[in-house]
Structure formats: structure tokens, C-alpha cells
């Protein structure tokens, strides 16, 4: 699979339950679709890696760009990881989590007090990208998974950026989303309580972009970033 | 150190580093300052916790409080890792990861682009609380960490919902922070090229309150609410 991005049939509008992705508790809240999947991971672009290092589990935030069925994560040749995942045959084992918060449930009873998200967990195994147009094609993907164009409106990695970066990817196979959504449910004995009772939204918001010192007055701020 | 939270000396004003919570790469965005550390957790309330089953990682979003020196996570006495935890001697070795997002910094070069954020990670062995007096405190600061003041305004668990809900304690004690703050780090041979460059603000926002269907016309929304 080195080389190119996985595409699944289009038949494929699901991944596969497996005996680590399908959940002991709440597994009503559990999704395998294929399009949510995406659209969950399309709209972060931090997520969790863990692995395990000496017999002990390790959780990283780190930057992730998803590219048809293939997440990529990238860093410095010298951080622990990558050199890991670089070493190990076939590959580093890893579970990369990404979670949105989308609002805090109130319930009347302390009990039922929850959180509204949106999550996916991957598991599988990370392999270094060797291949170089496949590097600098996730390279990209990682960039205009944060600002979508901005890639092409940098400067491209020279040849010693490109070495001094490691890449890896982490196929889309044992996959699922989990999620909360909608109000509170309080139990029926409950609900003349005095207690207030309901769900605070919560987003991601952007602010007013702030330029460089040293960018020159007359570089306006590209639209991609217009609206932000 | 089971029944109360653990306290530090006032001395004490850094963790101490360990090798496992000295990064190998950027060690300058590295800290162990114990006020930094505890004004990072105590701004979020959704951690990202890691730990080894059957050799392989695990990583999960779920909700935390800090009392003190000691951090808190719970969940249903069927989940796995609430499970493992109770039947592990000492405990389950987990890792605990807490990350802010702050701002998009975008280079002129594709290779400095990043991204403004605080994150803290603990190591540690996470013991399941049997004492019922910590039990409740715990579950109390669960709902206070998300909405201060909140466990006071909500129907106490009862016997039955206590005993279906598992508390895990962390001690902070193998603790590190990392972040990353300020501007654009471009090489100085970028700074004439025409693409913008700057950051992007980037934070978690609440939208006004949605109350629940049922909940009486009569009931205000509370003042720990007002400005959310």
C-alpha cells in the first residue's frame, strides 16, 4: 500500500466492526459509516496519538491530515515516535482519536450531567512514508487540512526541510465514531425539580487574523482566510 | 495516599522532570511550573486518556476534574478501562493528555507553518476511589469542573447511580506542560515573499442555552450560566 492513499470501493459505505472498535458501554452511541467517519476527522485537525513506549501508554496532541483512506501525521525525524515508527517492523501500533465538544448537557440530576460530542477512534498501525511524492503529497494534505489552499500559497519544503521531517501513515481500516447528541435525559421523577435543565453549545470560533510584523502593507489577507 | 487528595508543600512550585516528561524535541516549549500546569487542566474539562490493552493502545476522550494534587476521571463500572482499573494491582498504567487549541500560525514557508496551543500530559497509575467519601467529592468536582458551582443546583446521585458509576484517581505527579505561544518563526531569506503571513486566533466559544422542553416556564436560568 506504500506509495499511494487508499480508495475504497465505492460499495465500502461502512467499516467493519471489530472486537476493539465496537464499544462496551452505550454502543447505541457507536457509528461505522464511512461519510461520518470522514466528516468527523474533516473537521478537526489536532488529534490524539497514542502508543506505547516501554510498556506504557503515550498520548501526544499532534497535527493529522486525512487523504481519501490514509490519515498522515507528521514531525521531526528526532522526536520518539516517528524515530519508532521508523525503526519498527512493520510499524508503530497506534490509536489516533480525534473529539469535537459540541455543547454540555444539564440534566436536573448530577447523574445525567454529560457532554454532547462527536469522536473517532482509529486503531492500526503508523509506517514511515517513504516514498517521496507521496511525503510531500501528505505534506500538503497537512497544511490545507488546517487552512484549506493555503499549500499552494507557501513556500514548498526545500530538500533539507523535506529530511529533517518524518511522515507517517495510519490506514482508515478499524475505525468508529462515537457520538452524543440531543437533550437531557433526566429520569422521569426528576423533571418537577427545581433544578435549570438543558444544553449550552459549545464551538470552535476564530478570531480576527493577525499579520506578521514584517509583512509588507500592501499583502491583503488571502481569501481563505476571509470569514475566518 | 487513598481517601483525600493529595496536597503539595507550598515549596513545591515545579513538578519534577522525569525522562519521559523531558521531550526530545523543543524541550524550550517544555515546562513543569505547577501554577502553568494547573491553570492548562483546569480550562478544559474533556482529557484524552491512553492506556495498553492486550498490548496495544488505547486512547479515549472522557471528562476530568482536578482536586488538589489529584485528577479524577469516571465513567461506568462496565467500561474497560474503569474495569482494568479496579481489577489491576496497583492500577492501570494510563497516560492523561489535555490540549488547547489557540491559533493557526501560518508561515510564508509550508515547512513553519504550526499551531498556537497549551497542552499538559501526566503519567501515572490510575486506582479505582473505593472510599464513598472521596467517591462523591470526586463526582461533585466532575460537574463543577465543566460548570463551576453546578453540583450544588442538581439532584445528588443516589445509592444506585453511585454504585453504576467507577471513579479513577491520578496523582499529578509525573507532569509536563507544552506550548507553544507567539508569532510566525520564518527563515529570514522567506520574509520578502508575497504570501501572508500571520496568526489566527482560535477558541472554544458557548452559544446561548437551550433549556429542556420540560423544564417549567418559572425556572431562571441559573447566574453560574449567565455570559456562557
Chains 1, 2 share one sequence.
Not at 30 to 57: K, M, N, Q, T
Not at 110 to 131: K, L, P
Not at 209 to 215: F, K, N, Q
Request: with cysteine; charged share 25%; hydrophobic share 35%.
Amino acid at each position: 500500500m506504500q506509495g499511494t492513499a487508499r480508495t475504497p470501493s465505492p460499495s465500502e459505505t461502512a467499516y467493519t466492526p471489530t472486537d476493539r472498535t465496537v464499544p462496551t458501554r452505550s454502543p447505541d452511541r457507536a457509528s461505522y459509516d464511512r461519510d461520518l467517519v470522514h466528516a468527523i476527522l474533516d473537521e478537526a485537525y489536532v488529534c490524539h496519538l497514542g502508543f506505547v513506549r516501554d510498556g506504557a501508554p503515550v498520548v501526544l496532541p499532534t497535527l493529522y491530515a486525512r487523504v481519501g483512506e490514509t490519515l498522515y501525521v507528521h514531525g521531526s525525524t528526532g522526536s520518539r515516535p516517528l524515530r519508532a515508527a521508523g525503526q519498527a517492523d512493520p510499524g508503530l501500533p497506534v490509536c489516533l482519536t480525534v473529539t469535537h465538544v459540541d455543547g454540555l448537557v444539564l440534566a436536573r440530576s448530577a447523574f445525567h450531567h454529560s457532554i454532547n460530542y462527536r469522536s473517532v477512534v482509529v486503531h492500526g498501525v503508523a509506517r514511515d512514508v517513504t516514498d517521496p511524492e507521496e511525503k510531500r503529497r501528505a505534506l500538503d494534505a497537512l497544511v490545507d487540512h488546517v487552512v484549506q489552499g493555503r499549500s499552494a500559497d507557501s513556500r514548498p519544503a526545500n530538500k533539507k526541510e523535506l529530511a529533517a521531517t518524518a511522515v507517517l501513515r495510519l490506514d482508515l481500516d478499524e475505525v468508529s465514531a462515537k457520538l452524543r447528541t440531543g437533550g437531557v435525559n433526566d429520569e422521569p421523577e426528576d423533571l418537577a425539580l427545581p433544578h435549570w435543565a438543558g444544553v449550552v453549545p459549545v464551538r470552535k470560533t476564530y478570531g480576527t487574523p493577525v499579520p506578521d510584523p514584517d509583512l509588507s502593507a500592501d499583502t491583503a489577507l488571502p481569501d481563505y482566510l476571509q470569514g475566518r
